[in-house]
Each structure stands twice: as structure tokens, then as C-alpha cells.
């Protein structure tokens, strides 16, 4: 691949481009961890791009705004135009992300308490994962039917219909 022999001679797009086939599975197999190790190699020889794409993979792939911010500050210190243009939208994007962790947070939190099940060693991947699988898969059950009826073009008042169709009661959540 004409990436691989650009990365073999140190050329930094060399391995951005190949971190962008792996990351989008073009040509290669889908690869994120590889993505990530091309990119921060192409971020280590100063290629503003690699910054760029490791602050948005670590925004809307991994949920991390640290990871996320430190990427595109670094991309913003180099001179990448297109993340100071979008740097307004971008903290605001991070921002959302916290807010939507913090309920993800909270409500994790009433869940294990109200199981007996906390975990807090867990991080909150991992605990939402395991919240998922044991402590309630009946709400899991009942999110994959509802989902399911909400696709149904044909479904007439959807949500009625699929807490009718599953007995399940929203209330006590």
C-alpha cells in the first residue's frame, strides 16, 4: 500500500491517511486501535490533521472531553485553522458530553443503589456495562422492542404501544 511505503519513509500524511483507512474501514479492516496508534504517530511529527481527527475520535468515539480537548488544543498550538475556526463548537460539543455523562452518572448511581449492586472501582463504561447485562435486562429487553416498534413505519402511537405490548411498567423505574 502506497501509505505504508510513505509511512516507511517518515512522511506524517503517510500515517494520518492510514489511520483514516482504519478508522473508516476503506480498504482495510475496521480498526480503531490501530487508527489511534497511526494517528498519534502522525501527531508526534507535528501533522495537524492526525491532532485534528484523535480530538474528534476521542469526543465521539470514546466519550472522553479530556482526551478530547488536550487533542484539539494541541491541533489549535500547531496551527490547524479548521480546529480554531470550530473551537466555539467544539468546547460546546465537550460540554454536552459532560452533561450527558454526569446523568448517565446519576442515574447509574439509582439503579446500583436501588439493586443493592454499586460498584464504584468500575468506571462508568464498565458499570453501565454491567448494569446492562445483570442488574437490569428486562429495561434492556424492553429498549430493544421499543426501538424496534419506533421503526415501524406502520406503528400508531409507538411508545403506548410498546409499554402495552411488553407490560412493562415506566413508573417504577
Known amino acids: 500500500m502506497w501509505y505504508e511505503r510513505a509511512l516507511s519513509h517518515g512522511c506524517s500524511g503517510g500515517s494520518n491517511n492510514l489511520a483514516m483507512l482504519y478508522a473508516s474501514g476503506w480498504g482495510v479492516p475496521r480498526d480503531h486501535h490501530r487508527a489511534v496508534q497511526y494517528w498519534k504517530l502522525s501527531a508526534s511529527q507535528e501533522n495537524v490533521l492526525a491532532m485534528e481527527s484523535l480530538a474528534l475520535y476521542y469526543l465521539n468515539n470514546e466519550k472522553d472531553p479530556i482526551q478530547a480537548r488536550e487533542w484539539h488544543s494541541r491541533a489549535i498550538e500547531h496551527g ?24 448517565m452518572e446519576k442515574t447509574l448511581n439509582e439503579i446500583e443503589i436501588r439493586e443493592g449492586a454499586h460498584s464504584s472501582h468500575h468506571n462508568l463504561k464498565e458499570r453501565t456495562q ?44
Not at 490547524?80 to 446523568?103: G, P, Q, V, W
Not at 416498534?149 to 423505574?173: E, M, V
Request: charged share 30%; with cysteine.
Open 80 to 103: 490547524n485553522l479548521n480546529a480554531k475556526i470550530n473551537d466555539a463548537e467544539f468546547e460546546e460539543n465537550c460540554k454536552r458530553l459532560e452533561m450527558e455523562t454526569a446523568d
Open 130 to 173: 454491567i448494569a446492562k447485562h445483570s442488574i437490569c435486562p428486562d429495561l434492556l429487553d424492553f429498549s430493544a422492542k421499543l426501538q424496534k416498534i419506533l421503526a415501524d413505519n406502520h406503528a400508531q402511537g409507538s411508545s403506548a404501544q410498546a409499554i402495552k405490548l411488553y407490560k412493562f411498567d415506566p413508573i417504577a423505574l
